[in-house]
């Protein structure tokens, strides 16, 4: 079972239809109660609270990006959404903010189907797939059972990967099934500091680590995400100890890609942090309007966090598919000191990668 306080199920109507529902039901502790949702039922973000219901649109849909930046391609499988970590930085914190409690999708199944069929009608085209963008991948897999439902499948599909993105140790589903083709395990990463204050109920850097190491033993192809990289008193030092960690836990020929991107909001979630948050230190940098309208450092200091990064992690290793994520053109050449151009670019490069590992 997670180790998350989850006090209350609430099943919208329907949801009980589904065998996932219904099997959800029996392994989530605290009281049970039927309602309908017109409106919000709990004050603040009602991580203790988890809401049953069936999702009304497209499971499978583009990473939505900005035409300012360069996209990786990446697609997103809406199997959730909220998150029962309750990290600083989160947009989801903005996103959902009226929207509150932990919500499973429980009609994936029923249309699994069709989401498979999607990917199969473009066997020229990569379908790099994920379901960490509006929920961690593992949080609540213990009672959502996600990796049961989608291993086997995704593992078969000779132009797509699975990619499980989590700040947790929560492997079991991922260690006990027989699937590892085309399926990636990823952790979020920070430096110890920001781990430590600003990643509420997450596991510690060397949790992550640890479980990394675990599943690169079980065969599991991993990846990793600094993002957002945050600018913070010896932060040079703390990125790199870091870096020191992975070196110290990871076989680097295993990783497919590492991400980096720098803290950016959108400026209605400057109040949320500092309700929510008032410790927090993520506010105290210089912040500029970024042509996406969301809030980000100063140009040079994206360059030194992204120049400083790419030197150590090429130090320790020269491939592991390094690349930014929402990042310009320029940033990319003189922080990388090579660009793909465009967003079409990048999604060439990595589904390079993909080809590379996996064949």
Known sequence: MPCYPIKETIVEEGALKSPMGRQILRRTPGRFSQKSFDAPV????????????????????????????????????????????DCSYCILQSYFLNQPNLKIHVNLEENLAGILACIDKNP???????????????????IARWTDILMGPFSTRKNAVLEFKTKTTH??????????NRII?????????????????????????EAARKCQSEGFVVSFHFDPLI??????????????????????????????????????????????????????????????????????????????MREKLENW?????????????????????????????????LDDRVRKIFG
């Open 185 to 209: 395990v990823s952790w979020s990463l920070n430096s110890p500091l920001i781990s430590a204050t600003e990643e509420k109920g997450a596991a510690t850097l060397k949790q992550r680590l």
């Open 42 to 85: 709990h004050n603040g973000m009602g991580k203790d609270a988890l809401h049953l219901l069936n999702h009304n649109g497209e499971f499978l849909k583009p990473c939505p990006g900005t035409k300012e930046y360069i996209c990786c391609g990446y697609q997103i499988l809406n199997v959730a959404t909220n998150c029962p970590l």
């Open 124 to 142: 020229h085209q990569v379908f790099r797939v994920g379901t960490g963008e509006f929920a961690d991948s593992l949080a609540l897999d213990p």
């Open 231 to 308: 600018a913070h008193e010896n932060w040079r030092e703390g990125y790199l100890k870091t870096i020191e960690l992975m070196d110290r836990y990871l076989n680097p020929r295993g990783i497919i890609w590492i991400s980096m991107g720098s803290l950016r909001f959108m400026p209605g979630l400057k109040p949320i942090i500092r309700k929510r948050h008032p410790r927090s230190i993520i506010l105290n940098g210089e912040f500029i309007p970024g042509l996406d309208g969301k809030a980000r450092y100063f140009k040079p200091i994206r360059m030194e966090l992204f120049h400083f």
């Open 317 to 349: 290793h020269r491939d592991t598919g390094l690349y930014l994520c929402m990042e310009s053109d320029e940033i990319w050449r003189k922080t990388m000191g090579w660009s793909p151009g465009n967003s079409d670019g990048l999604k060439r490069f």
């Open 171 to 180: 492997i079991e589903g991922l260690t006990s099934s027989p699937h590892r």
